[in-house]
């Protein structure tokens, strides 16, 4: 049996200490909408507030950003990539919202994708976080079990075409996702090995409007 209960519609935060006693995972802001302007107002209000609830998840129990619009009508492709990267770091439920029946294959796969799948219940089960936001480009983190860590880069801006962005390994997960060195894998939006890196490197990504490109850094201990 799963217990859940609905938090949003308090006037304060919450007492989660108490709540973890007799839910599995509980809402903390209102119902998603099949659109881009939801699945945002959800993302800002967790980054916002991130400092009382990511402490909150763990095994056992876990913060709800509501279901998943994936293969509706509302989202674009990049949109969609956006929701299912951001809410694996989030350690959410990976509950659905649309109609098995007229699902597209793109939408169907990217569901089922098995890597981001993998982040989003991964046993160490430590939600991640909101790193910075800089220039309409946001970079969250979350760490992983046996040393490894998921990285979203998410670009905000919602006009023009692709933006570069490129990041310090140095810098993530508190100095030591990359340290001394890390294979990097992009898992969304295509799986892509991008090869061995050390600490004192930097990865370049690019990324869609309102897309988002989820890396997944494993340690080696191994350099060159």
Not at 29 to 46: A, E, H, M, R
Not at 78 to 102: C, E, G, K, V, Y
Request: proline share 4%; glycine share 6%.
């Amino acid at each position: 049996m799963v217990v859940t209960v609905t938090l949003w519609n308090s006037w304060q935060m919450p007492n989660y200490t108490e709540i973890r006693q007799y839910c599995n995972h509980w809402r903390n802001f209102g119902d998603i909408y099949d659109s881009w302007q939801s699945v945002k107002s959800i993302l800002d209000w967790t980054s916002s507030n991130q400092r009382t609830v990511v402490s909150a998840a763990g095994p056992g129990g876990w913060n709800d950003p509501d279901m998943l619009v994936i293969g509706n009508f509302g989202l674009s492709w990049d949109q969609q990539i956006t929701q299912m990267a951001l809410w694996a770091i989030m350690a959410a439920p990976l509950f659905m919202s649309n109609d098995l029946r007229h699902i597209s294959l793109q939408a169907k796969t990217l569901l089922q994708n098995k890597d981001v799948i993998a982040i989003n219940q991964d046993p160490l089960g430590k939600q991640g976080y909101l790193l910075r936001k800089e220039d309409n480009i946001e970079v969250w983190e979350r760490p992983l079990s046996e040393l490894a860590w998921a990285v979203a880069v998410v670009n905000l801006q919602e006009i023009g075409g692709p933006r570069s962005y490129t990041i310090s390994l140095a810098s993530l997960g508190q100095g030591v996702a990359c340290n001394p060195a890390c294979h990097i894998t992009e898992l969304l939006p295509v799986k892509t090995k991008l090869g061995f890196y050390e600490w004192t490197s930097f990865v370049k990504t690019r990324i869609n409007p309102t897309g988002t490109v989820l890396l997944q850094l494993k340690i080696s201990q191994t350099t060159f």
